[in-house]
């Protein structure tokens, strides 16, 4: 097929999908979805002349893996969102078996993306490639093939650069395989984006007092925040550890200073970024404000993936909303941007309310799609629960320092939860759309992020236990 027929066969599905896919009632209001098949990572997030560039890897034909396209989404204010055409498909032969996850950056006016080409050859052996698009207006890309090949050491699990710019240089993290089977992020240097100097490995297992750390490191980002180095990253392959590594696969960070021209980064131990059951894969960039934003993908790759029920719909996933990035105390906090509150219509507020028993429903607040504001908690001397939608719970145990949310698994029917601990909790922050939640939790300091899929016409929201707090909800209208 030529580049033409890639185009027009994906764009030719989404339309011929289009109608059933609106008709789903777990279609989310005012996150971003494909608008056929599956969606995954984040790509190439970026504020380019004004506008910002959300992509994301796209199978339009299939609601499972395969050869992965760059959907497209573009925004003037990170709410409102235009369905752009495709930006990236697998049409050449260094991508032909799919345009995998990458960066953007500006430069002299154009934007650039880079993304892994992947190839899979007939003897089943991988290939990868780092491979440069350009474009004058953000819509329309000018392939210009591999500026990076695989560098001696690693295997082809090899991919997802990020690349930003620092001190007149060029700088691209890579996530990588060692021929050990360990993950890794390496980094390069350049001067043009188009020709890459390695300049090594920086973190990794057996590095910085890392032991064994999982055996694929994905979906690198490396920024500075707050006077240091944040390098973001998706381990796969960790076993569970009390109250961390829950999930298939994780991601989180690391904060430390990096040497530049010694490629050498000191840090402190990995830290998980969301606390829910469908995080992976986030991405960063900076806009124009100085703000550092963040994207994940609201889901992941595990066995339950394919019962989800928006699959006979034909589509499956969808992207978390913008969280603005920053330290306190020397941790990373998520914090919804501003802009959501633009969103807002119809608030009901209630002061000092008093919770002493069970299931208790506030008049007022119900709804499917909403944000709820819990402020000036107080705990009483037992457990405190917010129901929702009897699908779904979240517990705070004073006795215990612990938070849980709770959910029912789409294919075993079994509920399942994820736990972390907090020293107090002082105040919820909700984000309820059709079928997902984003729950942050003192002021970002931890976030839980979950699909779930309540009755469609179920809008109750319950509380129990003991606790005292005031409470503000707005309902959200479509993005």
């Given at each position: 097929?030529?580049?033409i027929?890639?185009?027009?066969?994906?764009?030719?599905?989404a339309?011929r999908?289009?109608?059933?896919?609106?008709?789903d009632?777990?279609?989310?209001?005012?996150?971003?979805?494909?608008?056929?098949?599956l969606?995954?990572?984040?790509?190439?997030?970026?504020?380019?002349k004004?506008?910002?560039?959300?992509?994301?890897?796209?199978?339009?034909f299939?609601?499972?893996?395969?050869?992965?396209?760059w959907?497209?989404?573009s925004?003037?204010?990170?709410?409102?969102?235009?369905?752009?055409?495709?930006?990236l498909?697998p049409?050449?032969?260094?991508?032909?078996?799919?345009?995998?996850?990458?960066?953007?950056i500006?430069f002299?006016?154009?934007?650039y993306l880079?993304?892994t080409?992947?190839?899979?050859?007939e003897?089943?052996?991988?290939?990868?490639?780092?491979?440069?698009?350009?474009?004058?207006?953000?819509?329309?890309?000018d392939k210009?093939?591999?500026?990076?090949?695989?560098?001696?050491?690693?295997?082809?699990?090899?991919?997802?650069?990020?690349v930003?710019?620092?001190?007149?240089s060029?700088?691209?993290?890579?996530?990588?395989?060692?021929?050990?089977?360990?993950?890794?992020?390496v980094?390069?240097a350049?001067k043009?984006?188009?020709?890459?100097?390695?300049?090594?490995?920086?973190a990794?297992?057996w590095?910085?007092g890392?032991?064994?750390?999982?055996y694929?490191?994905?979906?690198?980002?490396?920024?500075?925040?707050?006077?240091q180095?944040?390098?973001?990253?998706?381990?796969?392959?960790?076993?569970?550890?009390?109250?961390?590594?829950?999930?298939?696969?994780?991601?989180?960070?690391?904060?430390?200073?990096?040497?530049?021209?010694?490629a050498?980064?000191?840090h402190?131990s990995?830290?998980?970024?969301?606390?829910?059951?469908?995080?992976?894969?986030?991405?960063?960039?900076k806009?124009?404000?100085?703000?550092?934003?963040?994207?994940?993908?609201?889901?992941?790759t595990?066995?339950?993936?394919?019962?989800?029920?928006?699959?006979?719909?034909?589509?499956?996933?969808a992207?978390?909303?913008?969280?603005?990035l920053?330290?306190?105390?020397?941790?990373?906090?998520?914090?919804?941007?501003?802009?959501?509150?633009?969103?807002?219509?119809?608030?009901?507020?209630?002061?000092?309310?008093e919770?002493?028993?069970?299931?208790?429903?506030?008049?007022?607040?119900?709804g499917?799609?909403?944000?709820?504001m819990?402020?000036s908690?107080?705990?009483?001397?037992?457990i405190?629960?917010?129901d929702?939608?009897?699908?779904a719970?979240?517990t705070?145990?004073?006795?215990?320092?612990?938070?849980?949310?709770?959910?029912?698994?789409?294919?075993?029917?079994?509920?399942?939860?994820?736990?972390?601990k907090?020293?107090?909790?002082s105040?919820?922050?909700?984000?309820?759309?059709?079928?997902?939640?984003?729950?942050?939790i003192?002021?970002?300091?931890e976030?839980?992020?979950?699909?779930y899929?309540p009755?469609?016409?179920?809008?109750?929201?319950?509380f129990?236990g003991?606790?005292g707090?005031?409470?503000?909800m707005?309902n959200?209208?479509?993005?």
């Amino acid at each position: 097929m030529t580049e033409i027929d890639f185009f027009k066969k994906a764009s030719e599905e989404a339309e011929r999908n289009r109608h059933l896919v609106r008709q789903d009632p777990n279609r989310l209001k005012y996150h971003l979805m494909p608008p056929v098949g599956l969606l995954n990572d984040p790509n190439g997030l970026i504020q380019f002349k004004g506008i910002y560039h959300v992509f994301y890897q796209w199978n339009p034909f299939d609601t499972a893996h395969g050869a992965k396209y760059w959907g497209h989404y573009s925004s003037r204010d990170l709410v409102h969102w235009k369905e752009e055409p495709i930006a990236l498909a697998p049409d050449q032969w260094y991508d032909r078996n799919g345009c995998y996850s990458g960066s953007a950056i500006e430069f002299e006016g154009k934007l650039y993306l880079f993304y892994t080409g992947n190839v899979k050859n007939e003897d089943g052996r991988r290939e990868t490639y780092q491979c440069l698009a350009i474009s004058e207006d953000g819509i329309h890309f000018d392939k210009k093939g591999p500026v990076l090949e695989l560098p001696k050491g690693y295997t082809a699990h090899f991919r997802d650069p990020k690349v930003w710019g620092k001190n007149g240089s060029f700088y691209m993290i890579v996530g990588a395989q060692t021929l050990n089977q360990e993950g890794a992020a390496v980094l390069f240097a350049s001067k043009d984006l188009y020709h890459w100097e390695e300049k090594g490995k920086i973190a990794g297992a057996w590095m910085n007092g890392l032991e064994d750390f999982g055996y694929m490191w994905e979906c690198p980002d490396l920024f500075e925040l707050d006077g240091q180095e944040i390098l973001l990253v998706s381990p796969q392959g960790l076993e569970p550890s009390g109250y961390e590594y829950h999930n298939l696969f994780q991601s989180g960070y690391f904060a430390g200073k990096l040497d530049y021209e010694k490629a050498k980064f000191k840090h402190g131990s990995f830290a998980e970024l969301d606390r829910g059951f469908d995080f992976y894969a986030p991405q960063t960039f900076k806009d124009d404000s100085g703000r550092r934003i963040l994207y994940g993908w609201m889901g992941i790759t595990d066995e339950a993936e394919s019962s989800q029920p928006t699959v006979p719909y034909r589509w499956i996933h969808a992207l978390t909303m913008p969280r603005v990035l920053d330290m306190k105390n020397g941790r990373l906090i998520q914090i919804p941007v501003e802009e959501f509150k633009n969103l807002r219509k119809g608030k009901t507020e209630i002061n000092d309310v008093e919770i002493n028993g069970a299931n208790l429903q506030l008049d007022g607040l119900s709804g499917k799609t909403a944000e709820l504001m819990l402020e000036s908690f107080k705990n009483g001397k037992g457990i405190f629960k917010m129901d929702f939608r009897n699908e779904a719970s979240l517990t705070y145990n004073p006795d215990q320092k612990e938070i849980q949310l709770q959910r029912r698994n789409v294919k075993t029917g079994m509920q399942e939860s994820r736990i972390c601990k907090i020293s107090s909790l002082s105040k919820l922050h909700v984000f309820m759309d059709q079928s997902s939640l984003e729950i942050f939790i003192n002021g970002g300091e931890e976030v839980f992020t979950a699909r779930y899929f309540p009755d469609p016409e179920d809008e109750t929201i319950l509380f129990s236990g003991d606790a005292g707090f005031s409470v503000s909800m707005w309902n959200l209208e479509d993005k």
